[in-house]
């Protein structure tokens, strides 16, 4: 819906789950429905401000498992393969440099993909790069949002 929007941002997303290999939307699922300390830490970089996982524990302790799960069955059921083609808002795509679930690959695939859209990686952090790095994320957004915002502000 173009003549809804101004701009549009995709933080560490996907085009849709049919963009991976199979074996990946597994692993991913597999991970995701284990809730393991391990397997939560590997959705932060290698260097995520201090309490980020703290609180990205506590955050996932509050997800009844059944919740859980239905938004994991969710997230694999999407828009197959979206037509991000389409997409002619100015897109701004922020990736974490070390997101070990959607790869910079996935990243770089979406930027082709969105005719004019801006790749921006953020350097030391992984899936939840709003989390770990909120002051570098909240400057990156807003200066696109601001460039974009047709009442100069």
Do not use: C, W
Request: hydrophobic share 35%; charged share 25%.
């Amino acid at each position: 819906y173009p003549d809804h929007l101004y701009s549009l941002t995709i933080v560490n997303g996907n085009p849709g789950f049919d963009a991976m290999p199979a074996q990946e939307v597994r692993r991913f699922v597999t991970e995701r429905r284990s809730r393991t300390p391990e397997s939560i830490r590997k959705l932060l970089g290698r260097n995520p401000r201090p309490g980020a996982l703290e609180e990205l524990v506590a955050s996932i302790d509050m997800v009844r498992d059944g919740s859980y799960n239905k938004t994991l069955e969710a997230s694999v059921a999407q828009d197959r393969d979206a037509p991000i083609e389409k997409i002619t808002v100015p897109t701004r795509i922020i990736a974490g440099e070390e997101d070990t679930v959607y790869p910079a690959a996935l990243a770089h695939a979406m930027a082709r993909r969105i005719q004019g859209s801006e790749l921006v990686f953020m350097e030391g952090a992984g899936h939840l790069a709003n989390l770990e790095q909120p002051e570098r994320f909240n400057q990156i957004l807003l200066e696109f949002l601001q460039r974009h915002n047709p009442d100069g502000e």
